[in-house]
């Protein structure tokens, strides 16, 4: 398919008169993930944010399916994405609870779930009854990120964003997440990360690069490495 789900257009943003976001204008079609690059500063996390909760203070519109974000209810805004944060909220609840958030789903559905989230090693250790201890105390890093997924996947939600979620997390269990990130299939997904990998890079269907809040430079990886620009000067900084 290739639709578009998110439509960002015109979309500026200032605190004060410090402008943060400049006239960043893009398109996510359906199924697809795309990569938010930029320095520290550059208006990632506030671009983001945008694309979730409504902003009347902005100028430009966010919409999803054609729809202006400001005019969904949040019950419907809270179903269609789901959020990956770096610290996700655990309960002292089971690893079942948490993941389904305390309702009842069908068995099949929660396997494929916990299969699909790369939660079964997880599950096969400890069990689906397995107390997850105070803010997730019981729980790795990585598996809380993951339960994160799986609450999203449990939703069926059509987007999923995800800001800089594993840069608390050890280069290889950051880079595995990013990888099951990845290679969700059915849902669009937008992943903001500072991680100059190429290995990963490569998998994104388009990577915009934020400088000073501005959409500097887009393409895919390769496109980008190869024109030489912005994007290829900071990727070769980093390498
Ligand atoms: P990034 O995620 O790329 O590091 P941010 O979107 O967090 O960038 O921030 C972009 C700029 O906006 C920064 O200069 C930051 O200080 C500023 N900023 C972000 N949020 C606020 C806020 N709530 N109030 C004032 N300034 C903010
Ligand atoms: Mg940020």
Do not use: W
Request: hydrophobic letters at 40%; a negative charge; aromatic letters at 6%.
């Amino acid at each position: 398919m290739s639709e578009p789900i998110i439509e960002v257009r015109h979309l500026s943003k200032s605190f004060g008169t410090h402008v943060v976001l400049r006239d960043v204008d893009f398109t996510v079609n359906h199924g697809d993930v795309t990569c938010v690059i930029g320095a520290s500063g550059s208006g990632k996390s506030t671009l983001l944010r945008l694309l979730h909760i409504p902003d009347d203070n902005t100028s430009g519109q966010v919409l999803f399916d054609g729809i202006d974000i400001r005019r969904l209810t949040p019950e419907s805004l809270n179903s269609l994405v789901s959020v990956v944060q770096q610290n996700v909220f655990v309960f002292n609840a089971s690893i079942r609870d948490n993941i389904t958030m305390f309702r009842a789903f069908p068995q099949e559905t929660l396997d494929e779930v916990i299969r699909r989230a790369h939660l079964e090693e997880l599950v096969a250790r400890r069990g689906l009854d397995a107390l997850c201890g105070e803010g997730g105390c019981e729980l790795s890093g990585g598996e809380k990120q993951r339960i994160a997924i799986a609450r999203a996947l449990l939703k069926q939600s059509s987007i999923l964003l995800a800001d800089e979620a594993t840069a608390a997390l050890d280069a290889q269990t950051a880079h595995e997440i990013t990888q099951d990130i990845l290679s969700l299939t059915g849902i669009t997904r937008v992943v903001v990360t500072h991680r100059l990998e190429a290995s990963l890079l490569e998998c994104y269907d388009e990577i915009l690069v934020l400088k000073d809040g501005r959409i500097a430079e887009t393409g895919t990886f390769a496109e980008l490495a190869q024109r030489g620009g912005y994007f290829s000067a900071m990727y070769k900084l980093a390498h």
